[in-house]
Nanobody, 120 residues
Framework: QVHLVESGGGLVQPGGSLRLSCAAS????????MAWYRQTPGAQRELVAS???????NYADSVKGRFTISRDNPKNTMYLQMYNLKPEDTAVYYC??????????????WGQGTQVSVSS
């Protein structure tokens, strides 16, 4: 089995910073792209940032210049450094991974989500 576990969420004031982590564990054969998504009540889940196994990144326009996605391939871990947080960044943040576990097919995996709240 494969698990994605997020950590690092919390409550922060506007203008503050947070760093999210997502650790993939289990019988991983190959880890391809990873990404962060976020979702607010009543809204669709939206892509925040993505990163390929080679380190190519992509960001939503709303977070460009404020968020940085990175990954540590030997540790199967992904990060999202968030600066200058705004109230509209408040959401549940989900970790996503495109990976192949041993003895199975390549498929999508999701973490359980971590709450980020930006409020004064």
């Amino acid at each position: 089995q494969v698990h994605l576990v997020e950590s690092g969420g919390g409550l922060v004031q506007p203008g503050g910073s947070l760093r999210l982590s997502c650790a993939a564990s289990g019988s991983i054969y190959m880890l391809y792209s990873m990404a962060w998504y976020r979702q607010t009540p009543g809204a669709q889940r939206e892509l925040v940032a993505s990163i390929t196994s080679g380190g190519n990144t992509n960001y939503a326009d709303s977070v460009k210049g404020r968020f940085t996605i990175s990954r540590d391939n030997p540790k199967n871990t992904m990060y999202l450094q968030m600066y200058n947080l705004k109230p509209e960044d408040t959401a549940v943040y989900y970790c996503y991974a495109d990976l192949r576990a041993t003895m199975t097919w390549r498929q999508d995996y999701w973490g359980q989500g971590t709450q980020v709240s930006v409020s004064s």
